[in-house]
């Protein structure tokens, strides 16, 4: 989406953090809430993606993913564009559902 020099960004962060013991499901479950607190949606199980008004934004977020990283962990953070996002392809098998879009308008925060 382009609009009066605006283009969106989207930051995915792909993650694996171990769960193997108490200690660890409970940095698992905090990672989670935070990226959820701080606006992520889910795409697939330790797939999480944002829109971001602008690289300025998208660098905030990606900075607050950094840290809270768990010691065991390991975070992938993925930034692209608008138009890069909309190149994604998703593939089902029997069952459809709708794929994300993009915002309409400007967040504000």
């Not at 020099?5 to 995915?12: D, E, Q, R």
């Not at 989670?32 to 998208?58: I, P, W």
């Not at 564009?81 to 593939?91: A, E, L, N, S, W």
Request: net charge positive; proline share 5%.
């Amino acid at each position: 989406m382009h609009i009066s020099g605006y283009l969106g960004m989207w930051i995915i962060v792909l993650f694996d953090l171990p769960t193997d013991t108490t200690k660890a499901r409970k940095q698992y479950s905090t990672f989670r809430k935070k990226l959820l607190e701080d606006g992520f949606t889910m795409m697939q199980y330790s797939v999480y993606y944002r829109h971001c008004a602008s690289r300025e934004n998208l660098s905030v977020h990606s900075k607050r993913v950094e840290q809270s990283v768990p010691p065991d962990g390991e975070v992938r953070v993925m930034e692209m564009t608008d138009k890069q996002f909309g190149f994604m392809k998703v593939f089902y098998g029997k069952r459809r559902e709708k794929t994300e879009t993009p915002p309409a308008q400007l967040e504000f925060f």
